[in-house]
């Protein structure tokens, strides 16, 4: 029975952020009535963002969807009927099994990081898209070409530990609004600040943490390996190098260095659009400053060199041995720290000799309309969608809501919310928050494990994914014991044993034991041990073994019909387009809008907070205009992301993305996007 006396319930945020706070979720009478930060946490200090401290609010959101739904409309509607758990299992069952009996590879997953949970993400559910032989995911959304750039330099996701930014003197923040999106580490830059260290914001937006650092560099998107390749230039020209590290610890040196000699700041300047001086002026700062640390984040990454501009910055450190101090060296994601057990949680063996297609979810929209073929393989004939809401999400949206359309295309989603993607679904299956189902979480912006409590019961009909899993793959006669395991089970799993779990289960978290400074003296994941500039794997696969600058896709100047690059960065009180349905957080952000600097906004007679129609060959968006030097010349953002069906004529800021791909990864290109911006003289209202 509920008790009156309030308790207090440890927890980790869900959500796909580099911080991965500790939570304390006070319940009283079996509701949670606030959520706040674990201050036993040392990496987020019982902090919470704006977004999380309401998560309350997103578990008991009036439009909540509770009970199994069953399409009664035509696709798009979002006209449903409630359905008992029974009959939505065994419709479902039906409907897959008689696809698997063509091929299963005609059944696709769709899902991503609407929780990072390790259980409630790809645990039971990828041991019954193994079991059953479904086509295989590549989860490349967000940040496959940074990762792999990494893998090629450092060995993997790995870097420094990011309390020991505190103890930096220059900090370079590199492709991230931290105020916005790594809010836990602002904490450690602004330490350093108020000790005397220098912050410099390497963005192509004035962001929020732009405002806040010494100097901002505003390069064109696409072009930060031009501009490491110029501070190489810079470090060598003047000798601010450590030769010993670079005899030690690194592998290719001769060759990088004969390639970083080709890249004069002028020339990188040009490429760049950014003053020579300010080049210089930086390469002299990370040259002869000591400890210095790169802050990189992905919104560098997602343009078609993104991969290589990971591997020339990544290799900045080792020039100067910055690597040699804690407070040295550069972070973009820790992961590849955490020693998961993912065979033993997703189950590969359960394909046996079956060896099924891989589609790249980046592709989605033309993957949904393609037809089957020899190449391809069968077509899409059911989309179970889970963790994500890719009729938002995903690039070129038009057509991922074209092929969500088909009539002869069976879709499932496991939802919150009647989000986009769920208006096109034949089912809704309600789903838990974090609040209410165990799960257990790595970081990519420090090095606990973290474990989540339920804090209270499931509210209405809602399961845990892992349940929903379970039940499906009982439906379908699965009869192996793996799919018993119940979610406990599952997160002692996730480390067998190489992480403390009474440690967690009394704390919420723990720690790995890493040194302070991992690579003082080399020993990178790489099969050499050393910071590879030259990767042979690359060589291997025909690539350029050296990092080097890849110009756009979409290069800004090279189009007279779209001479705008865009860049499409979440709002600061959105994370990917989850909480925009949080009434209190979309006030905030009021309504969608482009940003656009005054210089473009006269060339085309923009003028105050008119609407605009931004638009490519691929489509068009409505939002209204914010004139504002936040955006550089040449240059706007459409700060998103919007669900569709909030925004002015129902088509959000990715109806312009393209599904081009990354040089290295395989990745999206989201900030790789020309557009044309026009004044409409007609208020328009949001689609619904």
């Known amino acids: ?317 080792a020039l100067t041995g910055a690597w040699r101090n804690p407070a040295g060296g550069l972070l973009l994601s820790s992961s590849g720290h955490f020693p998961v057990e993912r065979a033993a949680l997703q189950r590969p063996d359960l394909l046996g000799d079956r060896r099924p297609r891989t589609l790249n979810m980046s592709t989605l929209g033309d993957d949904l309309l393609r037809p089957a073929s020899d190449a391809f393989g069968p077509r899409m004939d059911a989309l179970i969608v889970y963790n994500s809401n890719p009729a938002a999400v995903a690039p070129e949206s038009g057509k991922v809501v074209r092929g969500l359309a088909r009539d002869d295309l069976f879709t499932v989603v496991l939802e919150h919310f009647h989000t986009d993607t769920a208006d096109y679904a034949d089912y809704v299956l309600p789903a838990t928050t974090q609040l209410e189902h165990w799960d257990i979480h790595t970081s990519y912006g420090h090095t606990d494990v973290l474990l989540n409590r339920p804090a209270v019961a499931p509210l209405g009909q809602a399961l845990p994914n892992t349940e929903i899993f379970r039940r499906l793959a009982r439906q379908m006669g699965f009869g192996e014991p793996c799919f018993d395991d119940d979610d406990l089970t599952l997160c002692r799993a996730a480390f067998d044993g190489r992480v403390n779990f009474n440690t967690l289960l009394e704390q919420g978290f723990a720690s790995l034991p890493l040194p302070d400074a991992p690579f003082a003296q080399g020993g990178f994941f790489t099969p050499s041990t050393r910071c590879e500039f030259f990767s042979q794997r690359l060589a291997d696969q025909g690539l350029d073994g050296l990092p080097d600058h890849v110009p756009n896709w979409e290069l800004a100047g090279s189009s007279t019909r779209y001479p705008l690059a865009m860049i499409s960065p979440p709002a600061r009180h959105f994370l990917n387009s989850s909480f925009v349905n949080v009434k209190s957080l979309r006030d905030i952000e009021t309504e969608p809008v482009l940003e656009i600097h005054p210089d473009d906004a006269a060339t085309r007679g923009i003028t105050g907070a008119c609407v605009v129609k931004v638009f490519n060959e691929r489509g068009a968006y409505h939002c209204k205009a914010r004139i504002s030097t936040r955006a550089r010349p040449g240059l706007v953002v459409g700060l998103g992301i919007w669900w569709r069906k909030l925004s002015l004529r129902g088509t959000n800021v990715n109806e312009l993305t393209s599904q081009h791909l990354s040089d290295l990864g395989r990745a999206p290109t989201f900030y790789d996007c020309l557009v044309q911006v026009e004044m409409q003289h007609a208020e328009l209202e949001p689609a619904k």
């Open 1 to 317: 029975m509920p008790t009156s006396q309030p308790q207090q319930i440890l927890g980790a945020c869900p959500h796909d952020c580099p911080d991965t706070c500790a939570l304390i979720s006070t319940v009283v009478k079996g509701q949670v009535i606030k959520v706040q930060g674990n201050p036993a946490h040392a990496p987020t200090a019982g902090t919470l963002c704006t977004k999380v401290s309401r998560y309350a609010e997103r578990t008991y959101h009036p439009e909540r969807v509770l009970q199994p739904l069953k399409r009664v409309g035509p696709k798009g509607a979002g006209q449903f009927e409630p359905v008992s758990w029974d009959s939505a299992m065994r419709e479902i069952a039906d409907r897959l099994q008689r696809i698997a009996e063509r091929d299963p590879q005609g059944i696709v997953p769709y899902s991503y990081a609407g929780t990072m949970g390790l259980v409630q993400g790809e645990s039971m559910a990828a041991r019954f898209f193994n079991r059953l032989g479904a086509t295989q995911l590549d989860r490349t959304i967000c940040a496959s070409a940074g990762g792999e750039g990494l893998l090629q330099t450092l060995g993997g996701k790995v870097g420094m530990k990011v309390e020991f930014f505190a103890q930096a003197r220059l900090i370079i923040i590199w492709g991230s609004n931290s105020i916005g999106s790594n809010l836990h580490f602002w904490r450690h830059a602004q330490e350093a600040k108020r000790q005397g260290a220098r912050l410099v914001c390497i963005d192509p937006r004035r962001t929020e943490t732009a405002d806040k650092c010494h100097e901002h560099i505003a390069l064109m998107p696409g072009t930060d390996a031009a501009l490491a390749l110029a501070l190489m230039h810079e470090l060598i020209v003047h000798d601010w190098l450590d030769h010993d590290y670079l005899a030690r610890y690194t592998l290719g040196w001769p060759a990088l260095r004969e390639r970083a000699l080709q890249w004069s700041p002028e020339r990188a300047a040009q490429v760049c659009a950014v003053p020579v001086a300010q080049i210089r002026q930086l390469a002299c700062a990370y040259g002869q400053t000591r400890p210095a640390a790169i802050r990189l984040n992905y919104g560098m990454q997602r343009v078609r060199g993104g991969g290589n501009a990971t591997r020339a910055i990544a290799c900045l450190p």
